[in-house]
């Protein structure tokens, strides 16, 4: 393994998190009429092409009743066409453009631009105007990257579903009219067992067709999908995977079979336990590790842990800390503030879902002149601490709330901890 590749995958959890952060502030905006203007523009495009198109929206206006929206409508154009100045091309990845007059409440508005650099190629071109952006393209570059084909099975009936990143998504079942072992009285036993056999190889078919199709028609089947689980009592789950009842595709992408009690759709879950093993690569694997590593230094005495916003700050100012623990459901920025009189600088977290507005925020006194402070620049709470945390050279994982310690890191520490390199007194 290269020493590159967890680095990597810290600094893709992390453009996923801004990525993400960045939908659900324009998931909150909203305009007073349909004045809000989505543009994705697909790498490939030529941007005069797209500029020509806005120039003739912006004519169409006229046809628009409201005088406000009209207006608004037409300073967002003016406002796209400005920024599309500084593009020759579009990026690599093509461009989504979010423009319009969004409610701040109250009777506040502002014209508000926003342009994201997709993380993966747009394949669309859309224009459209509405009382919301249009998010759904994006949105679905969030979904997790690796997906797993789940399968349990046994004699009497099956299930299947998908593993997307640490999500469960349980699909659909087939149960079996394979006749129990005892043969009814008066059947002979020699055809009573070749019936048997039959059915149960109905059965499996009808399992194998039905998980292929499903697995198969999964989105970007030959990049994304990693692999399938199967699930069963011995001998049954032995004798279906290697009985050929699998699409050759799916079949060639077995990752092993397990033992699970369950084969409906409990089993699921089971399986995927079962499989830590094998899955060892996975978000969730290593995100639990981490977890328990955490928890394990909490308890024991003297441990090396420490959480809440406080004290992991002062752990990472001391260059303590050895692995900085992130809930991905963390919405806090840090404030920066400055006496605009003297020297004196002082710094804040506040809440941020939805976005932070900064006109809200309570403005302390200056404590050596009493002049009130001027807040001089906002960053995520993510962002701020990995800096700090790279000073010292501390790890930092985002660790997802889609698992049960994942989600006491957000509910009980505060979505901040740290596992220490020694222990400070913080
Ligand atoms: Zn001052």
Redesign the pocket.
């Known amino acids: 393994m290269g020493e590159a590749e967890p680095q990597q995958e810290m600094d893709e959890a992390r453009r996923r998190y801004e990525f993400k952060k960045t939908l659900e502030k324009l998931e909150a905006k909203e305009g007073m009429g349909t004045e809000l203007i989505t543009l994705y523009i697909p790498p490939d495009k030529q941007i005069y092409d797209v500029t020509n198109q806005l120039k003739d929206e912006f004519g169409q206006c006229a046809n628009i009743k409201s005088k406000q929206t009209r207006t608004n409508v037409q300073s967002a154009i003016s406002s796209i066409l400005a920024r599309l100045k500084y593009y020759k091309r579009p990026p690599q990845h093509g461009m989504a453009v979010f423009c319009g007059t969004v409610l701040l409440g109250g009777d506040r508005t502002d014209l508000e631009c926003t342009i994201i650099e997709p993380p993966e190629p747009l394949n669309l071109y859309m224009y459209r105007c509405s009382s919301r952006f249009e998010l759904d393209p994006l949105r679905e570059m969030l979904t997790e990257k690796s997906v797993y084909g789940l399968l349990v099975i046994d004699r009497r009936e099956a299930y299947f579903g998908f593993l997307r990143g640490n999500r469960i998504e349980p699909v659909s079942g087939v149960t079996s009219t394979v006749p129990g072992k005892q043969r009814k009285g008066g059947q002979s036993s020699v055809r009573f067992q070749r019936l048997r056999l039959i059915a149960i190889n109905e059965f499996y078919k009808k399992v194998g067709e039905r998980a292929s199709g499903t697995f198969l028609a999964e989105k970007d089947f030959f990049e994304r999908f990693k692999g399938v689980l199967i699930g069963g009592p011995s001998p049954t789950k032995e004798e279906f995977a290697s009985g050929g009842f699998l699409h050759h595709e799916v079949q060639k992408r077995v990752i092993g079979l397990f033992d699970v009690a369950y084969t409906n759709e409990d089993g699921l879950a089971e399986l995927v336990d079962a499989a830590q093993d094998a899955l060892k690569g996975m978000d969730i694997v290593k995100e639990k590790a981490v977890m328990n590593r955490f928890l394990q230094e909490l308890v024991r005495e003297n441990g090396n842990a420490a959480y809440g916003e406080e004290s992991v700050r002062k752990n990472l100012e001391t260059g303590a800390v050895d692995t900085l623990l992130l809930s991905s459901h963390l919405r806090k920025s840090r404030i920066r503030m400055k006496?605009p009189?003297?020297t004196?600088h002082h710094e804040a977290t506040v809440t941020s879902e939805g976005g932070v507005d900064l006109k809200t925020i309570e403005i302390p006194f200056?404590p050596?002149?009493v002049?009130p402070m001027a807040i001089a620049g906002e960053t995520d709470i993510v962002e701020e601490l990995t800096q700090l945390a790279d000073q010292s050279g501390s790890k930092v994982m985002i660790i997802s709330d889609d698992f049960e310690e994942g989600a006491m890191l957000y509910n009980a520490f505060g979505g901040i901890a740290a596992i220490l390199r020694y222990r400070t007194g913080y």
């Open positions: 006496c009189n003297c004196h200056c050596s002149c002049t």
